[in-house]
Every structure is written in structure tokens, then in C-alpha cells.
């Protein structure tokens, strides 16, 4: 009786906060739930990060509801990820019963039904909510690379591909675009190019262009493209927060693609968000289901921009919850980033989850509570939390019995679904696809559908903008040798990439080059207004000797941070928009 006596004391001054908090539930003690000893998260903490676990059908997905709908009644925007299709019933009012009524006050708790203002997403397009789109100039090669698969030396080929297309003022919307600069590099006009890419075998450039095919195959080519998602859009805030569902049509066929592009949202928001320091409440939540498939298989680049992003984001105030099966999925060094830990129960059967669930005990603080007991013992709808105080200090583990949502558990009814959709102030802006002028249409010549193609923009005089510079003395001196070539390529290269490239060095023969003066370039069109070339521009950026065309990617390369052009923690693009 004295430990446990010492338990509910400690329970409840280790949760005895001042300022704004969610309200978890209450502490078991004993075998019953003490409304004296609350369990509470305060706000000012929440973008330190968390983590909720458990094993299949131990509450996981309510305790997201119950977070969410707390922080929206706080002011605080919501995001979360809907894979299986039942958090929709965060916009409809549970339905009181007196069993939850007597559940809800033996924690000291009320209820009160509550529909909260939701914003339905859809990744790609689908009658389940507004379109999210990302360019894959946005997107960017490690995100790519991860949804396709490739292994390390394929995703530095793909960011040499990237960098090429940046430097080319190649517009990169959507998977056509991408495959057109690929089979441009593969063809016979763009074969002094791609000898140009720090040796990037056609192999490489061809398995990328095989995923590409295969994404297109699947149906994904609606996930890329124009007008794309302004993640500023998830910061909105009416008297109440915003709680944004993100949905994926079928993600049972691609769960990968769906994870990654969460992290592309993160990875915008981190790009374009400035520095918020210590706030009383966070400017956004972002829960990141089925965390695992982040991290299964992902190359060490990938990995180690979620470490990073992890670590920084809280200080653009973006609170960061992981839901998952078990802690093991995530890698220690974003274990160690995450405060508050919600485990619901653990499930032992085998040597493996006997190992397992040592592992977990050993996330949480050492107290009176025995943690074994309660991780194996805790029932549906209770877990064992451990948060960060009001100080930075962890709080004592409790065995806890969690509170319930007032809105419904599980999907709400269609129409209401349809009703929020129908009237949504972004369907305006992103429910109709575009179809700019872009890679694909510059380097084939076609213009894109259902846009009127624009005139020619005049030749620059001279020493004008958009002139090219004359070429510099080193540039006309004639052609290098093979190797040179390959050095200085490779160089490049490992600019780009900021670390040795395993890109193997080029098998191309060395073309022999006559001595003279090099072609007028034809004047390239901007982004925003580009316009299809003749036959021959169209098919090629500019015609230039190799050793002209190496100077000057030699020469982008080393101005690559001044360039307007700026590439973020996972190569996606920072848009400037703030």
C-alpha cells in the first residue's frame, strides 16, 4: 500500500502543470482509474514530438481523435493521415449512451458531443476530398527515389538529373515531364548531356525510367502535377483549428508513395516556415501514421533528412507525432527526439516480442510503476504515457485509462462527408487539373493541352539578360580528354551530391570534336511562360561542344547556392512563398 501510495503522489504532482494542456485521462492505480491524478500533455510541449504505439486494436486510432479534437478546441491546427478510412467522424457528434457517460466520469472526465471543422484531402484525385498535388519539381530526387526504390547509386543519378533539369530551366510538374528529360538523355541528342552528368551510365537513367513507367502504370500520375498543394493551407485557423484528413484512394496499393509524400508536406512546411522559438501552443500538429513504411528499406540519405527534419522542426513550432506499432520501427535517433510517449498494450507470444517488449520498458522512466504489468496488461482504450513538463522534465510513467472523443469513432455518414467537400473554400483553387508548359512539352515541341501557345520571345542583344555569356577561354580551347572529362564531371558531381559520388564513370567513347566557333544558343524561354522551341531547340537545351556545355554545368554547380534555385532538406524545392 506505501508504494502505491507513493505512486498516486507522484502521479499526481508529476502532472500537476499551470499552463494550457490536453487532457489524456486519469492514472490507474491499484487496478482503478483515480480522477485525482490526471494525465495531461501541456501545449508548450507538444513540438517536442511524440510517439503513439501499440499493437493492432488497442486504441491507437482513438487516442489520435482525442489529441486532434483537444487541439482543435485549443486553436491549434490538425494533421493527420486517414489510411484506413475512419476519421472522417471527426466532423460528426458522437452519439451520448449512458455506458460512456459512466465510462467518462470514472476518470473524472464529461462528455460533450462535439463535430469539429474538418477539411477532407485526397492524395492525387477522387471523390473523397480536395486534390493534394506536389510537382515533382517540388517533390524532388530523395522523396522520388524512395517511392521508386532505387538503391544509392540510382539516387544520385536522379539528383544529377534533377540538377540538370534545374539548370536547364526544365520545369519538372509532373512523371511525363521527368520521363521526357530521362529519354532525351538516353537519346542520340542528349548522349553529350548525359556524358556530362558526372558519368551517368544509361543503365541507371534507364531502371529510372523503367519506375517511372510503372508509377504511370499503377495510376499515380494524378498524385503529380499543377496547381500544386500550398501547405500554407494547413495553418488555418478559424476560432477553432482546422483539423486536415489526408486520405489515399486505395493505399493499399501504394502505401509507400503515401508515406513519402507526408514527408514531403513536412518537408515543406520546414522549408518555408520561419523560426518560431518556445510558443505557448504549437502552429501545427502533424500526425504521421503507419510510420514504419517511412523507414523499411529507406536509403541512408532518406533517413537521415527524417532525422534532421525531426530535430529541427520544432522550432518552426510544428509539433510531430509518430503512430506506429512498436517503437522498434523508428530509428533511436528519432526516439530520441520524441517527449511524450502514449504506448498502448503490448502483446507478447514469442522470444521476439518478449525482446520487444523489454525494449519498450526501456523508453519510459524508471518508478514505482511496473511497467511489465502494465504494457502487457492494459486494456482497449488505456496506455502507458510518459511526457515532458512544463521544464523539459520527463513525468513518472502512468498506467492510464484515456478519455473519449465527443465526436463519432469510425466514418462519419457520406452526406456529411460530400456536404463539407461540396463547400470547402480550397476546392476553387485545386479541384481542376492544369497542364502547363513544361519539360515535356519543351523538349518535344508539343503544347500542352488546352492552352494556347504563346509567341516566341525575341533574341537578347547582346550583354543583355537572358544572353548567354561569351564563352570563356578555357571553354574554346578546344576538346579534353576523355579523362579530364570524366574528372571534372565527377567533380561536379560531388558538388551536387555534397559527398563522393558511386556513380561509376562513363563507358561513352569520347566523340571527336572539330575546333571553331561554337553555334548561337537559342534564347531560353522562363519558367513561368515557356514556350515550345523549332524542331531542333525543342530536342535540345542549346547546342553546344561537351567541353562548353562541362564548363558551364562546371560553373552552375559552383553557384549553385546563389542560384534561384535552392533545394531543401529532402532535394524538394523551397518555393519562397512567404
Known amino acids: 500500500m506505501a508504494m502505491e501510495s507513493a505512486l498516486l503522489t507522484n502521479l499526481i504532482n508529476g502532472y500537476a502543470f499551470t499552463t494550457d494542456c490536453l487532457e489524456l485521462g486519469a492514472a490507474i492505480v491499484d487496478g482503478?482509474?483515480?480522477?485525482?491524478?490526471?494525465?495531461?500533455?501541456?501545449?508548450?510541449?507538444?513540438?517536442?514530438?511524440?510517439?503513439?504505439?501499440?499493437?493492432?486494436?488497442?486504441?491507437?486510432?482513438?487516442?489520435?481523435?482525442?489529441?486532434?479534437?483537444?487541439?482543435?478546441?485549443?486553436?491549434?491546427?490538425?494533421?493527420?493521415?486517414?489510411?484506413?478510412?475512419?476519421?472522417?467522424?471527426?466532423?460528426?457528434?458522437?452519439?451520448?449512451?449512458?455506458?460512456?457517460?459512466?465510462?467518462?466520469?470514472?476518470?473524472?472526465?464529461?462528455?460533450?458531443?462535439?463535430?469539429?471543422?474538418?477539411?477532407?484531402?485526397?492524395?492525387?484525385?477522387?471523390?473523397?476530398?480536395?486534390?493534394?498535388?506536389?510537382?515533382?519539381?517540388?517533390?524532388?530526387?530523395?522523396?522520388?527515389?524512395?517511392?521508386?526504390?532505387?538503391n544509392e547509386t540510382q539516387e544520385q543519378v536522379l539528383q544529377l538529373v534533377f540538377h540538370y533539369a534545374d539548370t536547364r530551366k526544365l520545369p519538372l510538374d509532373d512523371l511525363k515531364d521527368l520521363k521526357s528529360v530521362l529519354e532525351f538523355l538516353l537519346g542520340p541528342e542528349g548522349k553529350e548531356d548525359l556524358r556530362s552528368l558526372g558519368g551517368v551510365s544509361p543503365a541507371s537513367a534507364s531502371v529510372i525510367l523503367r519506375g517511372l513507367t510503372i508509377l504511370q502504370a499503377q495510376g499515380m500520375d494524378p498524385f503529380f502535377g499543377q496547381p500544386e498543394f500550398d501547405t500554407a493551407d494547413l495553418l488555418r485557423s478559424e476560432g477553432t483549428g482546422i483539423i486536415s484528413v489526408l486520405e489515399l484512394p486505395a493505399p493499399n496499393r501504394q502505401p509507400l508513395l503515401f508515406s513519402t509524400f507526408l514527408m514531403w508536406l513536412l518537408a515543406d512546411l520546414f522549408d518555408e516556415l520561419p523560426e518560431a522559438g518556445d510558443l505557448d501552443k504549437p502552429k501545427l500538429v502533424?500526425?504521421?501514421?503507419?510510420?514504419?513504411?517511412?523507414?523499411?528499406?529507406?536509403?541512408?540519405?532518406?533517413?537521415?533528412?527524417?532525422?534532421?527534419?525531426?530535430?529541427?522542426?520544432?522550432?518552426?513550432?510544428?509539433?510531430?507525432?509518430?503512430?506506429?506499432?512498436?517503437?522498434?520501427?523508428?530509428?533511436?535517433?528519432?526516439?530520441?527526439?520524441l517527449g511524450t510517449r502514449v504506448q498502448h498494450a503490448v502483446r507478447v507470444f514469442t522470444p521476439k516480442d518478449a525482446e520487444a517488449l523489454k525494449e519498450v520498458m526501456g523508453t519510459f522512466p524508471a518508478g514505482e510503476l511496473d511497467l511489465k504489468t502494465a504494457l502487457t496488461q492494459a486494456g482497449v482504450g488505456e496506455a502507458v504515457i510518459t511526457v515532458l513538463g512544463e521544464k523539459g522534465v520527463p513525468t513518472p510513467a502512468a498506467w492510464t485509462r484515456l478519455?473519449?472523443?465527443?465526436?463519432?469513432?469510425?466514418?462519419?455518414?457520406?452526406?456529411?462527408?460530400?456536404?463539407?467537400?461540396?463547400?470547402?473554400?480550397?476546392?476553387?483553387?485545386?479541384?481542376?487539373?492544369?497542364?502547363?508548359?513544361?519539360?515535356?512539352?519543351?523538349?518535344?515541341?508539343?503544347?500542352?493541352?488546352?492552352?494556347?501557345?504563346?509567341?516566341?520571345?525575341?533574341?537578347?542583344?547582346?550583354?543583355?539578360?537572358?544572353?548567354?555569356?561569351?564563352?570563356?577561354?578555357?571553354?574554346?580551347?578546344?576538346?579534353?580528354?576523355?579523362?579530364?572529362i570524366d574528372e571534372e564531371a565527377r567533380r561536379i558531381a560531388e558538388s551536387i551530391l555534397g559527398k563522393p559520388t558511386t556513380v561509376p564513370a562513363s563507358d561513352f567513347p569520347m566523340p571527336d570534336y572539330q575546333q571553331g566557333p561554337e553555334p548561337e544558343p537559342a534564347p531560353r524561354s522562363r519558367r513561368k511562360d515557356s514556350t515550345p522551341q523549332d524542331s531542333t531547340s525543342s530536342r535540345r537545351p542549346a547546342e553546344r561542344t561537351q567541353s562548353s556545355e562541362l564548363m558551364d554545368f562546371a560553373l552552375d554547380a559552383a553557384n549553385m547556392l546563389g542560384r534561384e534555385v535552392l533545394r531543401g532538406m529532402f532535394g524538394t524545392r523551397k518555393r519562397k512563398r512567404r
Open 32 to 150: 482503478a482509474a483515480r480522477p485525482e491524478a490526471q494525465v495531461r500533455v501541456p501545449l508548450s510541449m507538444l513540438n517536442r514530438h511524440g510517439l503513439i504505439a501499440g499493437a493492432t486494436g488497442t486504441g491507437k486510432t482513438v487516442t489520435l481523435q482525442v489529441m486532434a479534437e483537444q487541439l482543435a478546441v485549443a486553436g491549434v491546427p490538425v494533421f493527420l493521415a486517414d489510411l484506413k478510412g475512419d476519421l472522417s467522424g471527426l466532423a460528426q457528434p458522437a452519439e451520448p449512451s449512458a455506458k460512456l457517460d459512466e465510462r467518462l466520469a470514472g476518470i473524472g472526465h464529461r462528455f460533450t458531443a462535439r463535430s469539429n471543422k474538418v477539411e477532407f484531402l485526397v492524395l492525387g484525385q477522387g471523390p473523397g476530398g480536395i486534390p493534394v498535388r506536389a510537382t515533382v519539381d517540388s517533390f524532388g530526387p530523395i522523396l522520388l527515389a524512395r517511392v521508386l526504390e532505387l
Open 286 to 337: 502533424f500526425f504521421l501514421d503507419e510510420a514504419h513504411l517511412l523507414f523499411k528499406g529507406a536509403s541512408k540519405a532518406f533517413t537521415e533528412a527524417v532525422i534532421s527534419t525531426v530535430r529541427l522542426i520544432r522550432s518552426k513550432g510544428v509539433g510531430l507525432f509518430f503512430i506506429s506499432q512498436s517503437p522498434a520501427d523508428l530509428p533511436d535517433e528519432v526516439l530520441a527526439q
Open 403 to 484: 478519455s473519449s472523443p465527443g465526436s463519432r469513432i469510425g466514418p462519419a455518414d457520406a452526406s456529411v462527408v460530400s456536404g463539407i467537400i461540396a463547400a470547402s473554400a480550397l476546392a476553387a483553387r485545386y479541384s481542376t487539373a492544369l497542364d502547363r508548359d513544361s519539360a515535356h512539352e519543351m523538349l518535344t515541341g508539343q503544347p500542352a493541352a488546352a492552352q494556347p501557345a504563346q509567341a516566341q520571345p525575341a533574341a537578347q542583344p547582346a550583354n543583355q539578360p537572358g544572353t548567354p555569356e561569351p564563352a570563356s577561354a578555357s571553354s574554346q580551347g578546344g576538346p579534353a580528354t576523355s579523362a579530364d
